[in-house]
């Protein structure tokens, strides 16, 4: 993921333009040319606002030190950040090296069948899994990171054909890969940052046929592109990547993208927005976007020295689903192929929310208000076909009333449900605009739910 510490951030261009097309292209007609204006225009399938919920998985070579962030490479060799370098001198030999933390990722303990029944309780739709991050460590046997894949060293499994192959045949979960499109430490990458990225070596001879490779092979629906380095879309070849992936590649018709696809393109270019990580705009967007975010509040990767208070609460979860867009909730496994209890709670319990507010969530659409203008922590979807509404409130009010004022109810035809309840509820006008509403008086254990409930009105404006 992208990190505030990161600044900014030989193969000739002749071959980047003879580059040959990939194999297994389709034929027929190109709608799409390899300019923003065109890309851009590209409808998003439909699938992907419809599903509001998908799973963010970060698992690589940096579980194995496990200690402050998926980012511990750059922190400990690049910032060298003293609590880093305190924690490889306290614990590891002299001259160990970044390097020699491949042979430890055994992924020893990783079940792909038990990973997606995992998934599936959650009530995700989707889930994108970091088949590369910035330390350049491929969770597949790519042909372009010889002795640094998790087919040639560690696990020795394709971790990604595995987990695949899992969610396509358990789960009704649309499968996704992130990929980081530079690489730290990377001596092609460094070269071309050097000469200001006049030279292309880098793309061309990796980070291009690498994704051509992910692509062809894996037949991801989300392509998750992260990491620039600093450099412009030209010089990634960005814009003939995706033309390519929306014409000719075999997920044309059903890949969602990203924005992140070189320096600048962020909140501006692409499928949807993430514009950056844990974001909510806390508005109404015109354009699709996705909050990333973490359950642990300070990493991506599975951090062994985090503390309980640092994951974030069902309660806390809950509100970030609710506020529109799209949600990807990360979890990060350990270096042995486990999901940790916590998270494993937190997936579950998601999961039970979800059974019974996700006609709430699921194929929903922003209403003309996404809060409640007269009761805090009240968050608005809609179905305009079946002529409903949803309000979903956080907090169940003391005194058994519920006031809305954004709705605008008609007396004889609005009707007010508790989701999971099933049974009319009572309600009376504002004064001024919007409506009463007299909750059911439920025990603790009578509630439909524990975290957050949500209301479906009919037939208001």
Known sequence: ????????????????????????????????DPTWESLDARQLPAWFDKAKFGIFIHWGVFSVPSFGSEWFWWYWQQEKIPAYVDFMKNNYPPDFTYEDFGPLFTAKFFDANQWA???QASGAKYVVLTS????????????????????????????VKELAGAVRNRT??????????FEWFHPLF???????????????????????????????????????????????????????????????????????????????????????????????????????????????????????????TIEELVKTVSCGGNLLMNIGPTQDGTISAIF???????????KVNGDAIYETNAWRSQNDTVTPDVWYTSKPKDKLVYAMFLKWPISGQLFLGQ??????????????????????PLRENGIKVDLPQLTIHQMPCQWGWALALSNVT
């Open 344 to 354: 494993k709670e937190r997936l579950r319990q998601m999961g039970i929310w979800l």
């Open 407 to 428: 709705p605008k109810a008609t007396l004889g035809a609005t009707e007010v449900k508790l989701l999971g309840h099933g049974q009319p509820l009572h309600w009376t």
């Open 117 to 119: 029944d995992i998934l």
């Open 190 to 312: 460094l070269e071309d940052e050097s000469s200001l990225f006049q030279k292309r070596q880098y793309p061309v001879s990796k980070m291009l046929p690498e994704l051509y490779e992910l692509v062809n092979k894996y037949q991801p629906e989300v392509l998750w592109s992260d990491g620039d380095g600093g450099a412009p879309d030209t010089y990634w070849k960005s814009l003939d990547f995706l033309a390519w992936l929306y014409n000719e590649s075999p997920v044309r018709d059903t890949v969602v993208t990203n924005d992140r696809w070189g320096a600048g393109s962020i909140c501006k270019h692409g499928g949807y927005y993430t514009c950056s990580d844990r974001y909510n705009p806390g508005h109404l967007l015109p354009h699709k976007w996705e909050n990333c975010m973490t359950i642990d509040k300070f990493s991506w990767g599975y951090r062994r020295n985090a503390e309980i208070s640092d994951y974030l």
């Open 132 to 159: 590369k991050h910035h330390e350049g460590f491929t969770l597949w046997g790519s042909e372009y990171s010889w002795n640094w894949n998790a087919v040639d060293m560690g696990p020795k499994r394709d971790i």
């Open 1 to 32: 993921m992208r990190s505030p510490k990161l600044p900014g951030p030989a193969l000739p261009l002749l071959i980047l333009l003879l580059l040959p097309p990939p194999p297994g292209s389709a034929s027929g007609p190109a709608p799409f």
């Open 172 to 181: 009704d979960l649309r499968f996704g890969l992130y990929y980081s499109l």
